[in-house]
């Protein structure tokens, strides 16, 4: 059974972009696990809750076999946030998938991740992609492996099941 790790900001998260991919993949008999900057309860944009059940900073990556970047506009906090970089730059070096949905890709290239690396997120993030090194793609959902990287609500069941397909679920 696969394990993941969703990573939601404390606030300001975006809900379907959470609440989507996060039942897709549960029907595919996944495990998910939320972490946010701190343990608790995290608000998202549109009034749903979530429980953080720990912090990014506590996250063994090679625990998980994804690594999932939810976004909304609160995913800003981190882009430059050290361990968020470090959960990233872990899943990666332990062999994970390593997947961002809407602004939240940026999180994965300030780590310098996607340096040519094929990646979209929401069309606001496009010059910053470019600016750490990413080819990108301005689809709805990219998948350049390990990496899979979504932009926007409207992509959240598809950002689902090619992350079900790359870890062999679907």
Same mark, same amino acid.
């Given at each position: 059974?696969?394990?993941?790790?969703?990573?939601?900001?404390?606030?300001?998260?975006?809900?379907?972009?959470?609440?989507?991919?996060?039942?897709?993949?549960?029907?595919?008999?996944?495990?998910?696990?939320?972490?946010?900057?701190?343990?608790?309860?995290?608000?998202?944009?549109?009034?749903?809750?979530?429980?953080?059940?720990?912090?990014?900073?506590?996250?063994?990556?090679?625990?998980?076999?994804?690594?999932?970047?939810?976004? #909304?506009?609160? +995913? &800003?906090?981190? @882009?430059?946030?050290?361990? %968020?970089?470090? =959960?990233?730059?872990?899943?990666?070096?332990?062999?994970?998938?390593?997947?961002?949905?809407?602004?939240?890709?940026?999180?994965?290239?300030?780590?310098?991740?996607?340096?040519?690396?094929?990646?979209?997120?929401?069309?606001?993030?496009?010059?910053?992609?470019?600016?750490?090194?990413?080819?990108?793609?301005?689809?709805?959902?990219?998948?350049?492996?390990?990496?899979?990287?979504?932009? #926007?609500?409207? +992509? &959240?069941?598809? @950002?689902?099941?090619?992350? %079900?397909?790359? =870890?062999?679920?679907?």
């Amino acid at each position: 059974m696969a394990h993941l790790l969703f990573v939601i900001a404390p606030e300001v998260f975006r809900d379907e972009e959470y609440a989507v991919p996060r039942e897709v993949l549960e029907g595919y008999g996944a495990t998910i696990t939320t972490a946010s900057t701190r343990p608790g309860l995290c608000s998202g944009k549109l009034g749903m809750t979530a429980e953080a059940t720990l912090s990014i900073a506590d996250a063994d990556p090679a625990a998980y076999d994804a690594v999932v970047f939810i976004g #909304g506009g609160g +995913a &800003a906090v981190y @882009f430059d946030d050290p361990a %968020a970089h470090k =959960l990233a730059r872990g899943a990666f070096d332990a062999g994970r998938i390593v997947a961002a949905i809407c602004i939240a890709p940026s999180i994965i290239a300030h780590a310098w991740l996607l340096r040519g690396v094929k990646a979209t997120a929401f069309p606001s993030q496009e010059d910053d992609l470019h600016a750490h090194g990413a080819l990108w793609s301005g689809a709805p959902v990219q998948v350049d492996l390990p990496f899979i990287t979504a932009n #926007g609500p409207e +992509a &959240a069941h598809e @950002f689902a099941r090619e992350i %079900a397909r790359a =870890l062999g679920l679907a």
